[in-house]
């Protein structure tokens, strides 16, 4: 952490869990959950990224190699964090994958596989994550959604469906989960330069995009996601839940 950003004295110490946490944003939530001090466990499908991260952050971090579409093995993940370190306090529904289909490509099994890469695990690893956090007084769920499901883009029916999808499902588990003292929450990112971005879809066309529609300029970057992230993983908003946050420069 750097000195002029916040530091969350109630992070030290607390167990947290994200998805798709090898690379992306996922990665720099791993490193800045890891940076207060949290005890970071995370899954992903890219096994050499995500030892080589676990290797570097240290003993405070645990990854598991997993692919989000197995419900079973993303529970069995979830299970091993908490054998190791202690109940999940902050689960962060972070793994997701926007590569583009034409509306004539999908059939049935490309439809179901895209929802279950974008929306499925989310619900099931805060249906394995509640009991534990019921018991340990409360906790924080944090599902990333997407600008995609607010503005004009082409291409991404099913993600921009999931994305959408993922708003409504933050709404509801707020208030399944309410009494329990467990906030669950959106965020909403913007176009965010990560790796992936930069090598894949920003063109000088894409950049022409935003800056003609953010209103603050200047591009985004996963840090800045990160920290909307870590204030509402730590108790400084313990009174937020059931919203959208959305991180995108003034896009929507």
Known sequence: MT???????SLRGRVAFVS???SGLGEEFV?????????????????????????ELGDDTLFRACDVRDVPALRSALAAAA????PVRVLVNNAADDRRYRVDEFDVELWDDRMAVNVRHHFFAAQAVAPGMREAGGGSIINLGSI????DLLELPAYITAKAGIEGLTHTLAREFGPWQIRVNCIVPGWIMTEKQLAHWVTPEAEASIA???CLPGKLYPDDVARMMLWLAADDSRSCTAQQWIVDGGWI
Do not use: K, M, W
């Open 212 to 214: 003609r529609n953010q």
């Open 31 to 55: 490193r800045q959950l890891a940076g207060q001090g949290a005890r970071v466990a995370f899954v992903d499908i890219d096994e050499d990224r995500g030892t080589a991260l676990q290797r």
């Open 20 to 22: 798709g946490g090898a």
């Open 83 to 86: 054998d190791r370190f202690g």
């Open 3 to 9: 000195a002029e950003y916040a530091t969350y004295p």
């Open 148 to 151: 995609s499901a607010h503005i």
